[in-house]
């Protein structure tokens, strides 16, 4: 029996065979999603989600009223792809225990990168959930979560689950979303007004940060965390079981 594939992989596949081969280069705009439905002889929802699915992984870069276009100029894939281990968890590297404090839960309309990381509507709605690292009485480091609304409007959830498990685990314990990846990306930021005041210095400095992204089985990020903390309060290490 052969092997169904599914339509969205092909159009995906297709898009990255034209990179990987120079017929279409960085900077270069893919053809429309109207333009690969016909193609493809598929609904725009299916060219929409390759789209989203090569977006997320940073091949594509969509710009709103001009259209999608080439991001990088050569293909990885086993770079993009890769496993190093089975397992990663990122903790303190002095090894102390912390634990995390529910500050608040709001439902509130993204932001525009919001809506372009999480693939949302104009219209939806994500929850904001703030939780703070702490040391005895001492933040040590903000978590910024969210997650699309749509997945729990029609449930009655205890969110303050998120004060002892991490999102990932708490997503695939809530039976919505079946949690396929986490991507992570670090780098550093000067706090805002609200970082200053909740860490309690008067001066900006520098703090680390770590984005981890939630995908689904589809590849696409399906919820996020940002995390900021004072480098000289929590310096984080990723632990890789092999």
């Known amino acids: 029996?052969?092997?169904?594939?599914?339509?969205?992989?092909?159009?995906?596949?297709?898009?990255?065979?034209?990179i990987q081969s120079?017929?279409?280069?960085?900077?270069?705009?893919?053809?429309?999603?109207?333009?690969?439905?016909?193609?493809?002889?598929?609904?725009?929802?299916?060219?929409n989600t390759a789209i989203r699915e090569l977006s997320t992984l940073g091949l594509l870069e969509r710009i709103q009223g001009k259209g999608t276009f080439v991001k990088t100029d050569s293909i990885d894939?086993?770079?993009?792809?890769?496993?190093?281990?089975?397992?990663?968890?990122?903790?303190?590297?002095?090894?102390?225990t912390r634990h995390h404090k529910l500050e608040k839960?709001?439902?509130?309309?993204?932001?525009?990168?919001?809506?372009?990381?999480?693939?949302?509507?104009a219209d939806e709605k994500v929850y904001e959930i703030i939780r703070f690292m702490k040391k005895k009485k001492e933040v040590t480091g903000i978590d910024y979560s969210y997650i699309p609304?749509?997945?729990?409007?029609?449930?009655?959830?205890?969110f303050n689950q998120l004060a002892q498990t991490y999102l990932h685990e708490f997503l695939n314990e809530s039976g919505v979303i079946q949690v396929h990846k986490i991507h992570m990306h670090l780098g550093a930021k000067l706090p805002n007004a609200y970082?200053?005041?909740?860490?309690?210095?008067?001066?900006?400095?520098?703090?680390?940060?770590?984005?981890?992204?939630?995908?689904?089985?589809?590849?696409?990020s399906a919820a996020m965390?940002?995390?900021?903390?004072?480098?000289?309060r929590y310096r984080p290490y990723i632990n890789f079981e092999i």
């Not at 894939?77 to 102390?96: F, Q, Y």
């Open 225 to 232: 965390t940002t995390t900021v903390a004072l480098p000289d």
């Open 77 to 96: 894939l086993d770079e993009r792809g890769h496993n190093i281990s089975k397992s990663a968890k990122i903790s303190s590297e002095t090894g102390e």
């Open 22 to 47: 120079g017929q279409l280069l960085k900077g270069d705009k893919i053809p429309s999603e109207n333009k690969l439905s016909d193609m493809f002889n598929v609904s725009r929802v299916t060219a």
């Open 149 to 158: 609304y749509k997945y729990f409007e029609d449930r009655d959830m205890d």
């Open 195 to 220: 970082e200053m005041e909740i860490f309690g210095i008067t001066e900006p400095v520098p703090l680390v940060v770590w984005e981890t992204n939630v995908l689904d089985r589809h590849g696409l």
């Open 105 to 121: 839960i709001d439902v509130v309309h993204p932001c525009e990168e919001l809506i372009h990381k999480l693939n949302l509507g």
């Open 1 to 18: 029996m052969e092997k169904y594939t599914p339509k969205y992989i092909l159009i995906r596949n297709y898009i990255i065979e034209n």
